[in-house]
């Protein structure tokens, strides 16, 4: 397997340990939420079953992003080689490397950094459809692409 490869088996992996994690909380939360409820009475337990309520609601985006990420990455097909930035394609400039799939942002990964980012991306947009040796103005430096994969 590719880099590529690996690093995209790496991020699903990563995403969907991120999703059963949050599952898991949702549920530890919503129990704990209706347990706390029941037989209770007064502010002080209505204030908590309020505070749990709206820590749920944003457990449910955390999760509802993270699917919409997976979607997105397995969408990409890592073994396609790219001639260009694009979605799906690795590329290295001034020695680090990018990988445009999901905005997931820094990782170590085999002993290298990598930054995961969405075609949102302001520098992904001003790389787009760069090749490798084209030098591109960006955020007032030169980036060079030395390599796209």
């Not at 037989?39 to 309520?53: L, R």
């Not at 990409?76 to 997931?104: E, K």
């Not at 992904?124 to 030098?135: E, G, M, S, V």
């Amino acid at each position: 397997m590719t880099l590529k490869e690996r690093l995209h088996a790496h991020l699903l992996g990563l995403l969907q340990t991120q999703l059963n994690n949050l599952h898991t909380l949702h549920q530890q939360l919503s129990q704990e939420s209706t347990e706390t409820g029941k037989g209770s009475a007064g502010d002080k337990h209505e204030v908590g079953i309020a505070m749990a309520q709206i820590e749920l609601e944003k457990l449910a985006k955390q999760v509802q992003l993270i699917e919409q990420q997976l979607v997105q990455l397995k969408r990409l097909d890592p073994a396609m080689p790219c001639t260009q930035i694009q979605m799906g394609a690795l590329w290295q400039s001034a020695g680090r490397l990018y990988y445009a799939a999901v905005a997931v942002g820094q990782l170590e990964f085999e002993g290298k950094a990598v930054f995961c980012l969405s075609a949102e991306a302001p520098v992904f947009q001003a790389l787009r459809l760069k090749k490798q040796h084209d030098n591109v103005l960006f955020n007032g430096s030169t980036w060079l692409i030395e390599s796209v994969d």
